[in-house]
């Protein structure tokens, strides 16, 4: 048996059934977006899955794949096992052959025993085969048994197991079938292998790859007409089979990542061995870090985004154990992108993003495990101080909330120190924070889902891209949730027409308004949605008369609005692509508002823009713009699209069919250059799957203005901007303010700025002049307090009401008479913003005498309803009544004299 590298099995696998007839299909995205039951895609049937349901077809009916998978639940990949285990994993690749209605087991196990014994050349006499076995619905798998021998199997390496090991279903209903596993022995003594071996606990026994025979129907068990084939051999697993080594982590999918991380921290390899855990979880972590995020996904609190967000900061407490007092996971990714780029670019196009991205989540992390860390020490000393060995689900869910100290990682410390974690009340405490959100709020009317599905209207024929005013006959008429035969005047009515050129909100943009005209009556639309599939829904008010089911209404979208809504449309396109210029082709749209009066962009980054970077992706799209670039669509199959290099939206589910907007660049005029030398104009065509309205030509748009640029969340971004009347209304607004302004300053709109610096300079003067006045005056208040000092037993004491700007001053003072005194007690009142404010300072010399500071201030705060402490020898606090204030300052001799009799 040669000894490949992974890389090179993973060519060998997809080189091998391409020359029998398969398609290679690139991997699809650990993101399953047409799955709701799925957040990641955890085998290789996974993008293939309509294809094998009938719901989909492709231009081929085989196919093999490399697929990028994520698990990180279930029996054998809980997020905990890995590390200890030797070879579980979140992240791994999935080899895999299909056939979609074409060949079946006559084909596939000759083909299987061909790519095994004579291109993998694994020795046979290590090699184990298992079928099902049978039940009281489907007899033995015979076949299967019969070819494997056929093709060289011995009988007695064929074994035959039950539903458990050898029966695939997909659901209750849908394709089900048997499957055949291969399983290797690696164990050094082949006298030792045995038949109880295969699918047992044995770690010599390593099952490498498992061929599914779909045949039936799930809920019937009747034969399909087209059977297909399904299997999956894990790359991780067959790199340790035939590299020779008994762990996952030994291949050199592994290695070089633990290697890295030894040299990052300067350890060796007798460390790694006396840590293996913490070491292999970094490496595995490492490589589901890196794919995820290029994938899209950003650490968050939710969903997909938190299962990165527990990934990411398990390795980075794990970094921690091994000695790593820093942040160093944004290294040890490197490694992954500079190893497996090869394989999968959108590690290399995405790769400073990935990067930045990690190194702020484990930054913020590490400040979180900071103040988590502790509090959770103090609770866990309380707690072994009392004898009690359960973490409170108030405090665990305080942690998470207040610090974002993540549940996992509460239980993981709480178990080092032989506790546990209340779960049930740390889910009721998370509960009800969600009930006290849903209370607290406010939703806006949505669009009631629930009347529109299940009704079995046709698809409403869409003419919005072409025309603004047609015609169409009425379907159904709702009023208050109802359905009703006639709408009157005054009512609130939701339509549907069998075609319409208003748009339904969708992708960002928001829907049409307009006016529906007919021989009884009119009504006002005021907002079009599509609540249920194909079906769009006019929403709006019978202005006058009525409208009844079977009306033919003359349909008129407002051409204004739409054209507002068009310009800025386009302008979110032109927009993605200069922000792929200037930032990077990371910055990928993560969300948008598309209406008639603004737009608003969301994208991947993990920084703030600066000005000259802002400049640069405006001047872009304004020279776009000029330079007319003429605006398409056209309509092909979503994976013609995508191989051509269309962007297709993060997130967004397609149909078969699909939508390409192409807008060209067109020419750039003369001196279209940025003050940093760089073109200011795009690098390439835009070419985006969309279904919105767009203008004919970037000229159409008139003019773009960046308004403002802010964060929304972890790694992304928004950027605000105005196109067309909206930019032009902006542009006046700007305008007519400078000329007020000038006004005001009699000066010309060309000297404003001068005139500004010139009065900020004549008030900061002024300002100093006040300072230095307010100075005097106060000196002249502390000298005279200072030459009525009192004495109480012998010790000074300067006890006052003074007038004091803020608590800034206040302490100045005290600084001031406390140095005077040399050996004494200050106590100091004022009122600032209306509230009563109390300094309390006592000499070193007296502290040590037994007189404190914070205990004195804490007495005076009570009398003016307030409370507050501090240090033996300074003390502030501050309370709600100032008319007690005298009161309180009267009553610090006896404070002093309590504290010198206790």
Known sequence: ?????????????????????????????????????????????????NLFLGLEKRPYT????????????????????????PRHHTFFEMLGNFSFGDYFKDLAIPMAWKLLTEEFQLPVERLWFTVFEGNDRVPPDEDAE???????????????????????VMADTGPCGPCSEITMYIGDDLSKMKAQ?????????????????????????????????????????????????????????FLPIIERTLGLLGSDERHYH?????????????????????DGVLPGNNGRSYVLRRILRRAAYQGRLVGFERPFLAEVVASVIGAMDAAYPELHQRRQFILETTDAEERQFLRTLSSGLTKLNAIIADLQTSGATVVSGKDAFRLKDTDGFPLDLTQKIAAERDLTVDEIGFARSMEEQRERSRAAAQFKR??????????????????????????????????????????????????????????????????????LEGAQGSVRVEDTQRPAPGVIVLYGVVTQGQVAQGDVLTTQVDALRRADIQRNHTATHLLHRALRDVLGEHAAQAGSLVAPDRLRFDFTHTRALDYEQLRAIENRVNAWIRADGAVSWDVTDYQSAIDSGVIALFGEKYGDRVRVVHVRRGEPTSGEVVASGIAAFASRDSRELCGGTHVTRTGEIGFMHLVGESSIGSGIRRIEALTGRGAEEWAEAQSLLLHDVATRLSVPPARVAEKIDMLLAENKQRQSEIDALRSQIARGTLEALLNAVQRDNGIALVSARVDAPDAVRLREMGDWLRDKLGSGVVVLGAVIDDKPQFLTMITSDLVRQGYHAGKLVKALAQIVGGGGGGRPDMAQAGGRDSSRLDEALSQVQALLSAQRAG
């Open 197 to 253: 071996g295969v699918n047992s606990d044995d770690p010599n026994y390593v099952e490498i790859w498992n061929n599914v025979f779909i045949q039936f129907e799930r809920s019937t068990m009747q034969p399909l007409p087209r059977p297909s084939v399904d299997t999956g051999m894990g790359l991780e697993r067959m790199a340790m089979v035939m590299q020779g080594v008994y762990s996952t982590y030994d291949t050199d999918l």
């Open 446 to 515: 949505g669009v009631d889902v629930d009347v529109w599905t299940d009704r079995n209207l046709p698809p409403t024929e869409f003419i919005g891209y072409a025309e603004l005013v047609g015609e169409g006959h009425v379907l159904a008429l709702t009023v208050a949730g109802d359905d009703v035969s006639v709408a009157r005047e005054g009512q609130e009515v939701q339509i549907v027409l069998d075609r319409t050129p208003f748009y339904a909100e969708s992708g960002g943009q928001v829907g049409d308004t307009g006016v």
């Open 62 to 85: 085989r196919a093999t794949t490399a697929q990028k998978c994520l698990r990180v639940s279930g029996k054998h990949n809980d997020l905990e096992e890995v590390g200890p285990s």
């Open 146 to 168: 019969r070819l494997w021998i056929d093709a060289g199997a011995a009988p007695e390496r064929v074994l035959r197991f039950g539903e458990k090991d050898n029966f695939w």
């Open 274 to 294: 006396a840590n293996l855990a913490p070491y292999r979880a970094i490496a595995d972590h490492s490589r589901a870090i890196a794919f995820l995020i290029a």
């Open 1 to 49: 048996m040669e000894k490949l590298t992974a890389a090179q099995i993973r060519q060998k696998y997809l080189a091998f059934f391409e020359r029998h007839g398969h398609t290679i299909v690139p991997s699809s995205s650990l993101v399953v977006t047409d799955d709701p039951t799925l957040l990641f895609a955890n085998s290789g049937m996974v993008q293939f899955k």
